[in-house]
């Protein structure tokens, strides 16, 4: 009896299809939503999950060092077939790495294909840690081409311990790690089969003014949340921009958010709401957003709101910048990380530009500002460099055996890509 792998018998152009069609089928059921994730107080793992550790390199890019680090995932081999099954690799992004519930997608598919699912830690976050703190120094470590060779050297470890370089790899990541699937397939074709993006940002953007532009398109959907809205915003920005000095104490009190400056309160202010929005829950947001036209004391109104705000998750002491500055390694923190990569390299910082939900004084000099403040020197991207390094959408859009999918009420649609012949929910199938 024959032991080489189905797979490989399998004409290319079948086994192609076959992949795409089981991703494509599941697309409808999990494309569009978060993927739920246990708590990381969690005391026990789910029944067949399995957490290792992995020796990565430091720094891929200096010949001359061999130092490595210990990268934490997690496997399952429940549905594993090891003749001929896949490999599911699913990527964690800019927070430290959870455990996502058994019935999302990667579990799923790997039922229908008998795959084994990894889900692997980003370099920096949770305890994938290669240096001792999170110095700007040591910061400069912490990048998407180190991240990037990180899930390369991974792979062809597991592709040694198989004795198997043929094994098929599917490649699954959401948001950020969604940008590095698709980046990974167009710097790594050779050891990604497939990959599959959700709300991929694969393009670097400083200025991402269309971020607030969909919210704004998603909030004008209920006209009674958009004017709600526009209103609290427009009094916000007035008084900070052009109040008194004890109006802007007094607005501030409101909120409990006297220990911010002007433009980061402003920063809050105007994004108190944004979570639910961008996370598909528009409808239950504004249920609550739009009562607050029955209390006639603005300041009334502006302190309830900041209540929802806190509901929604989003309260003041996260725009102090402590966190950011915070040199110390924390396990479950990811603030000063994250700052660092959109700062350095990526962006997606969400500008105002004559839209009414965001002043214009959250522009580009309002970024470079804050990144000055976290990290105490210039440090600021260049998205054109960023774009033609990593290759931004007119050269991703290019590759094969790609699917790239986005919601239709998601800001960072704009920085993934997207079928401009579709309305609504985009499906992209290279």
Known sequence: VSTQSTWELMPIKKMRTMVLCFLILIVPIFAFGRMKKLSLQDQTLPQGIIIAFFQNKIDHFNLTSTTTYTQRYWYTEESWDKQRGPMILYLHGESPGQIIGNHTMPFELSYKLRAKVFLLEHRFYGMSQPCKDWSLQCLKLLSHHQALADIATFIQAQNEILKDNKRMWIIIGGSYAGALAGWFKAKYPHLAYVSYSSSGVINSITDFTKYMDQIQIDIKKDPRCYTT???????????????????????????????????????????????????????????????????????KRVSLYAKLGAGFGTVPTDYTLEEEKNTNINPVGYARQWAYQTCSSLGYFATGNNNPLRP?????????????????????????????MMGDIRIVKKLSQAIFVNGGDDPYQWASIRNEKLSNNDLLVN
């Open 229 to 299: 809205l526009v209103d609290l915003t427009s009094y916000a920005t007035d008084i900070i921009t052009k109040g008194k000095e004890e109006d802007k104490r007094k607005l501030k009190s409101a909120m409990n958010a006297t220990m911010l400056e002007d433009l980061d309160f402003l920063a809050y202010f105007t994004e108190a709401y944004l979570a639910p929005v961008q996370y598909s829950s528009r409808k239950a947001a504004c249920s609550k957003i739009i009562p607050l036209q029955e209390e006639k004391n603005i300041l």
């Open 360 to 388: 214009n004084v959250i522009n580009v000099d309002y970024y470079r500002s804050y990144c000055q403040r976290i990290f105490g020197v210039d440090l600021f991207l260049d998205d054109d460099y960023t774009n033609s």
